[in-house]
């Protein structure tokens, strides 16, 4: 599997946010998605330059 894919910088991405996938795990009371969420990133993406 290359690194270069999305599942072999699955690994690299675990290890970098870590503290923050921990956190989500234990604590019940964080989304991991919701509308309003979802519009925050809608925002970020569009004004995304490829």
Do not use: Q
């Not at 921990?22 to 970020?44: H, Y």
């Amino acid at each position: 599997m290359s690194s270069n894919s999305p599942l072999g910088g699955a690994p690299k991405c675990i290890t970098k946010y870590s503290s923050c996938l921990t956190l989500f795990l234990e604590d019940g009371r964080i989304e991991l998605a919701s509308n309003s969420v979802e519009c925050t990133i809608r925002t970020v993406a569009l004004n995304c330059k490829k």
